[in-house]
């Protein structure tokens, strides 16, 4: 008979979440870092748009960090023992509140996400096929 999931495991098969977020973090970084070197340094406007977008990089990075050492933290606790519970609280009005407002976030997540893939790819499609041979 199989075993139930523990919370250790639950949590740990999450921890996904937060580390691809991280992922996409970093992507996000890189991407603006990519674009900072594209900026005439002579212009006075591409200066305090470098000064923003380096901003923006370090804050990306930081929050890449922390995502990443909150997924292995969660990853971590697979082996986490089974502990009681109070079965009614695990079900109780505030419960399925907190877990249908989790829920809603995934969606709007999932839903932003799918908009946002469409634009990037097609962007990605007229970087490739109008950029200079390299």
């Known amino acids: 008979m199989?075993?139930?999931m523990?919370?250790?495991q639950g949590v740990a098969r999450q921890s996904i979440l937060p580390a691809r977020i991280?992922?996409?973090?970093a992507a996000m970084a890189d991407t603006l870092e990519s674009h900072v070197r594209a900026l005439d340094a002579d212009d006075?406007?591409?200066r305090a748009e470098r000064a923003a977008y380096e901003k923006l990089v370090r804050t990306h990075r930081g929050i890449e960090s922390r995502l990443r050492t909150?997924?292995?933290?969660?990853?971590?606790l697979v082996n986490?023992?089974?502990a009681q519970h109070d079965l009614s609280k695990l079900g109780d009005e505030r419960a399925i509140e907190v877990f249908q407002s989790y829920v809603r976030?995934?969606?709007q997540l999932q839903?932003?996400?799918?908009r946002s893939l469409v634009a990037d790819r097609e962007m990605l499609e007229r970087m490739t096929t109008t950029t200079p041979a390299r």
């Open 6 to 8: 523990t919370c250790g």
């Open 2 to 4: 199989e075993q139930p």
């Open 80 to 82: 986490l023992p089974m």
């Open 22 to 25: 991280s992922e996409l973090f």
């Open 44 to 46: 006075p406007a591409a």
């Open 70 to 76: 909150g997924a292995q933290e969660m990853a971590a």
């Open 105 to 107: 976030a995934e969606e």
């Open 111 to 114: 839903e932003l996400l799918t």
